[in-house]
């Protein structure tokens, strides 16, 4: 067990931007700590900056030239004596090097060891790290070096297949294969897109979980060997491997299950000598069968509907895991109440096959009202840039039950009001009203089965700015073209 | 115990109405301000917003009924002013609810343009029941067997009937004439218990001393009936006609508020009344509630302005022309648009004429085949040779007249004129001729116009085509959920059992409307003002209420137009909000920009006549670039002053091009669509010579 020295946290710097920026810096309002923001040029103004208590310009709006930049970021933390570093999710937060560079520097990293980080970014070492911690895993060829082998493979375990990139993540690099005569192309796309995206294009095949399940439970885990868990978070409503609706508990796991799963994770963990918080994430098959697929070792952006459940602050207890202090709660203190659902709202047109949509926010009106929570890096006059994803709001809803907080967060939606680019939001509605989805019966091909149902959708706006509308036109053109 | 009612009111039934206005002594009033007249002075664009005020005043003045709906109004509404026909007789409901509530209705075209089957007109009177109490319907033809499907629906609805006589002055309408009508009329009503004549002089012509004799010939025959005399104020002797009216013993007339009296519509309230009371007549009027609502007309009628007829004055020669006060302005208009403003004068001299030649009532859709076939005459002439041209197609006209209407009388070149009068003759005058909408008043032309109208083949024609019976016997039932299905079709969402109504009468104009209604909503709570121009100025405010809740629009600044669009900054409720206005540029100014027909080339298909592209294809069959289309088959229709054009293909053939889009406006000549050759027409050795030239 890696042995710590106790070292208070101060002044932290955020690697990152956007949302999880802004709800980071709130935990550190609330604890006292001094917060200090990189951006790049584009986010001059943006959210996050302004929040802030200090900020550095890291370089061109680019990622590569600013946010995932190691020495310049590593410079920024130092150069405002900070003494830690807080990732976020997505740029360098899994970035082994950057946790290294982080440590060599003398700032605290909050996030696992580089080590853990770079066991945990090949898909193959997890899978070996988990199976040695007895979790069921998919079966899975490790190491594919041609196309025969996955067929092989295939006609043994049944098809279809998954072929993954070793060092994908967040449900990129990945290729499908139904049947023995694709896969010498779909391992060349495969290869490819791994070539594309990732450092390496080495790849790994897996059987592919029919109807599944996408469950992940949310650990916790300090330096001193205490691991706790904080239930599941259901993530099945995803588009093309991009989540969309998350929420806690799910309507699959009883709680025999969750037990049982739960002691899996924790054990797992122990196991790997993990610490601060991470995810743990499983297919659940029609069968109630799971298989753990891959450690997030970070935080993620579905964390809050955790939070909600749990009544937790898990950046808080991040930093503090981070500073060295022993986890206080034990896992016979975590009593996951209520239900929580979160919905991301991202610039998006999805009647446009989910095209970005950035610009000039015009108008924006935030939700608020009664167990409703919305953390957002945005605000009415900014302007979204193209250079980084889409994520512009979580809406979380918390209720006694799934039904309230699908109908609250339904409620929520329709409050939400933006202007100056296309939203998901009209997509969500229409999941927060699908029979399916309230009758808590999917699977992670909901969206793709459903896609046409749930995009036949009119973009309502409120009668009065109809009416505003209408008015400008008038204005514009100097009389009304209608009547004359 | 009861006692007898003594005031008429909507919740009473109209046997119960009819008996209280036989008892009564007094004289009774019909405002037609929200319809009649705001469509014969101000072209139906009275706002919703400002009419809507005057409803709890006229609530409370003592007028009998208040005409609100129907005639042109339901059109324009759809067309221009995005007013729900069925929204707006609802408000007036609701906030008028002690006063009757009126329409007007053209027999079985109802409020639409064309004859509909008796299962359109049950399921369209129906739908309006609820909000409408007196259904006054009228025939151009005074034809009753086409009034009689409104008369079930509207009797068996529990509501006021009122039947209408179209009145004009010749040598025709005569006394008997009219009690020939009431006759007929009354046999269908089942008796003058429950039902009121109405005296319809929609052109304004009938002087006092007529008026007289015709409502004391109709009393002395029928001395139970109740008598509406409506009356236009074209020729000026309104007040003394209406007042002649009551004293012969006319119950109700119909009268406007002061300050909407013009040229064409009606008679100044207070004045009649004055007059009336001077003569010793009692009649039924708060005065007071009368004077708060001509100090609200007083208040709005300024708005409408540039609405009001491009020539203004009284018009005696009414009497000849006999142009109806409710197509007054909008001719006017027409002619200004189309460029042909100088030759009214003409026009009006050319229908002076017509009306002897084929013998009907001015008023629609008669009116718009007389005005449609005249400006169409005179402007062709006009075209030929000039004013000189003209002249001498009236002046034959005249002598024609003079002569008794005997070919052989007047000069070969003059009979070659008359031969030629009618060969442009529009579909709708066609189907008059040939009996389409009932049998003429006073019978079928004389052969000379079948022979202009139809060319040699004229006897086959009026032999084989013309209906000598009912028109309506020969409608069939129409396919009302195929209808409902293709408008579904068109606004991709469920349908209204209103939204189909609508539909049937106005197709194009209804899907139009919709999409309106769907991109903006209610717009009619916008003051008329910001409605007409918008905001003007920066600074400028607008306040309005939506649902009992007060919201401004202010306006904050406005961008200059950048690649066609234009920024509109303006603070909604305080909020502020930028709206990026697509502006219609120069490039779609000259994309709309008529390219004219060149008859030289083949299947080049021109406009024949200045109109609104409503349908492309025909009834059935809605036609795009690669059909083929045969020789007469209905290619497009174009809808102009309530006609409809149907544009036939001259020839067997394959679109090429649809270069007009539906609901855009055309002018004469305008290139309508591209005729290829059709592959199968060549191989027969069909083709070019057998293409007639586009007309």
Not at chain 1, 148 to 169: C, H, R, T
Not at chain 1, 430 to 454: C, N, S, Y
Not at chain 2, 421 to 440: I, Q
Request: aromatic share 8%; hydrophobic share 40%; net charge neutral.
């Amino acid at each position: 067990m890696p042995s710590r020295h106790k070292r208070p946290i101060n002044k932290l710097f955020i690697a990152n931007r956007g949302e999880i920026a802004c709800r980071t810096i709130r935990t550190c309002m609330e604890m006292g700590i001094t917060s200090v923001v990189g951006y790049s040029d584009c986010d001059a103004l943006s959210y996050h900056v302004r929040m802030a208590d200090q900020a550095v310009h890291l370089g061109p709006s680019p990622a590569k030239l600013s946010y995932l930049d190691v020495a310049k970021v590593i410079d920024a933390a130092r150069a405002t004596g900070c003494d830690a570093v807080f990732p976020g999710y997505g740029f360098l937060s899994e970035d082994p090097e950057f946790a290294a560079a982080c440590r060599d520097a003398g700032l605290i990293f909050v996030g696992p060891s580089a080590e853990v980080i770079a066991s945990m970014g090949d898909k193959i070492a997890t899978k070996d790290a988990l199976a040695a911690a007895r979790v069921p895993i998919i079966p899975g060829l490790n190491k594919v070096t041609s196309a025969q082998q996955i067929v092989e493979f295939g006609n043994k375990v049944g098809w279809p297949i998954m072929i993954k990139a070793i060092a994908g993540g967040g449900g990129r690099g990945m290729v499908r294969v139904d049947a023995p005569q694709h896969t010498a192309k779909a391992l060349d796309q495969a290869n490819s897109i791994a070539g594309k995206l990732f450092t390496t294009d080495a790849v790994y095949a897996e059987k592919y979980i029919k109807g599944a399940r996408h469950i992940e439970f949310q650990f916790m885990a300090d330096q001193y060997g205490t691991v706790i868990h904080l239930g599941e978070r259901e993530c099945s409503i995803q588009r093309r491997h991009q989540k969309l609706v998350e929420e806690a508990p799910s309507t699959l796991l009883n709680e025999e299950l969750r037990k049982e799963m739960g002691a899996v994770v924790v054990r797992a963990m122990k196991n790997i000598g993990y610490v601060t918080a991470g995810t743990l994430e499983f297919l659940v098959d029609s069968d109630m069968k799971y298989y753990a697929i891959e450690v997030n070792p970070r935080i993620q952006v579905e964390h809050t509907v955790t939070e909600m459940v749990a009544g937790l602050d898990l950046i808080r207890l991040m930093i503090r895991t981070a500073a060295g202090q022993a986890l206080t709660v034990r896992q016979e203190d975590i009593v996951l109440r209520s239900h929580a659902i979160q919905c991301r709202v991202n610039a998006e047109d999805p009647k446009n096959n989910f095209a970005p949509s950035f610009g000039k926010v015009t108008y924006l009106r935030q939700v608020s009202g009664p167990f409703v929570r919305a953390d957002t890096g945005i605000y009415q006059g900014w302007e979204i840039p193209p250079f980084y994803d889409s994520l512009i709001t979580k809406i979380c809803s918390l209720a006694k039950d799934r039904t309230t907080a699908i109908e609250r967060m339904w409620r929520a939606l329709c409050e939400y009001e933006i202007w100056g680019v296309k939203t998901t939001i009209p997509l969500l509605k229409q999941i927060m009203r699908h029979p399916d989805f309230v009758a808590g019966q999917f699977d992670t091909d909901f969206i793709d089965k459903h896609l046409d149902e749930l995009l036949n959708y009119v973009e309502e706006e409120d009668e009065v700015l109809r009416l505003a509308r209408f008015v400008a036109e008038i204005t514009a053109i100097g009389k009304n073209p209608y009547c004359r | 115990m009861t006692t007898k009612p003594t005031n008429v009111h909507p919740t009473l039934s109209p046997k119960e109405n009819v008996a209280i206005l036989r008892r009564d002594k007094k004289i009774y009033f019909t405002n037609t301000g929200p319809r009649d007249t705001g469509q014969s002075d101000f072209k139906n664009r009275h706002t919703l917003y400002d009419l809507i005020r005057l409803a709890p005043l006229y609530n409370r003045s003592g007028y009998f009924s208040v005409e609100n709906h129907g005639g042109a109004r339901f059109h324009q509404n759809l067309l221009q002013n995005k007013i729900d026909p069925f929204e707006e007789a609802a408000r007036w409901k609701e906030r008028m609810p002690d006063v009757m509530t009126q329409t007007l209705v053209r027999s079985t075209n109802l409020w639409g343009y064309r004859m509909y089957p008796r299962n359109v007109v049950a399921l369209s009177v129906k739908a309006f029941l609820p909000y409408v109490d007196v259904w006054r319907c009228f025939d151009f033809l005074n034809y009753v067997p086409n009034m009689v499907p409104i008369a079930e629906e509207v009797m068996k609805g529990g509501k006021l009937f009122e039947p209408a006589i179209s009145f004009s002055v010749s040598e025709d309408c005569t006394n008997a004439y009219y009690l020939k009508v009431t006759r007929e009329i009354l046999a269908v009503t089942g008796g003058a218990k429950e039902i009121i004549l109405c005296i319809k002089d929609m052109a304004g012509v009938g002087s006092p001393k007529r008026i007289t004799s015709l409502v004391d010939a109709l009393l002395q025959k029928y001395p139970s009936l109740i008598i509406h005399y409506h009356r236009h104020t074209t020729d000026g002797l309104a007040v003394p006609a209406l007042v002649a009216a009551a004293k012969a013993g006319a119950k109700i007339l119909d009268v406007t508020d002061d300050p909407f009296t013009r040229y064409y519509g009606h008679a100044p309230v207070r004045s009649v009344n004055a007059l009336l009371q001077e003569q010793g007549m009692e009649t039924n009027l708060d005065l007071t509630w009368v004077d708060e609502a001509a100090r609200i007309v007083t208040d709005f009628i300024g708005n409408y302005q540039e609405f009001e007829s491009q020539f203004r004055g009284f018009s005696h020669k009414v009497t000849e022309h006999r142009m109806p006060g409710g197509a007054f302005p909008s001719s006017f208009e027409q002619a200004e648009k189309g460029d042909f403003l100088h030759l009214m004068p003409h026009i009006l001299r050319g229908m002076s004429y017509g009306n002897r030649f084929i013998k009907y009532f001015d008023v629609t859709p008669g009116s718009q085949i007389t005005w449609t076939t005249w400006a169409a005459i005179v402007q062709f002439h006009f075209k030929e040779g000039g004013y000189r041209q003209v002249d001498q197609l009236l002046d034959a006209c005249e002598r024609f007249i003079a002569s008794g209407q005997r070919l052989n009388k007047v000069t070969p070149a003059e009979r070659d004129i008359l031969l030629g009068l009618y060969s442009r003759a529009t579909d709708d005058l066609k189907s008059l001729l040939l009996g389409r909408y009932g049998p003429l008043p006073f019978g079928w032309p004389a052969d000379w116009v079948y022979q202009s109208a139809f060319g040699d083949a004229w006897r086959e024609r009026v032999k084989k085509d013309r209906i000598e019976a009912s028109p309506l016997d020969q409608k069939k039932k129409e396919n009302i959920a195929a209808i409902q299905r293709e408008l579904e079709d068109k606004i991709g969402r469920r349908v209204m059992p209103e939204d189909l109504v609508l539909y049937l009468q106005h197709p194009g104009a209804t899907v139009d409307f919709l999409a309106f209604r769907r991109k903006f909503g209610d717009t009619t709570i916008l003051p008329t003002r910001v409605w007409f121009d918008g905001l003007q100025a920066v600074g400028r405010e607008v306040y309005f209420d939506h649902q009992g809740k007060p919201n401004t629009f202010k306006l904050l600044s406005i961008g200059t137009e950048v690649a066609g669009v234009r920024h509109v900054v303006m603070a909604v409720n305080n909020t502020m909000h930028v709206f990026p206005v697509d502006m219609p540029s120069a490039k779609d100014r000259l994309k709309t920009e008529a390219r004219l027909a060149d008859p030289a080339v083949k299947g080049e298909i021109g406009s024949p006549m200045m109109g609104n592209v409503w349908r492309i294809g025909d009834k059935d069959r809605s036609l795009k670039v690669g059909d083929i289309v045969r020789e007469g088959q209905e290619i497009m229709n174009l809808e102009a002053m309530k006609i409809e054009t149907a544009i036939l293909s001259p020839m067997h053939g394959v679109i090429k091009d649809i270069p007009v889009k539906l609901s855009q406006a055309v002018v004469e000549k305008q290139l309508l669509l591209v005729l290829g050759a059709a592959p199968w027409s060549e191989r027969k050795g069909k083709g070019a010579s057998k293409v007639k030239k586009p007309e």
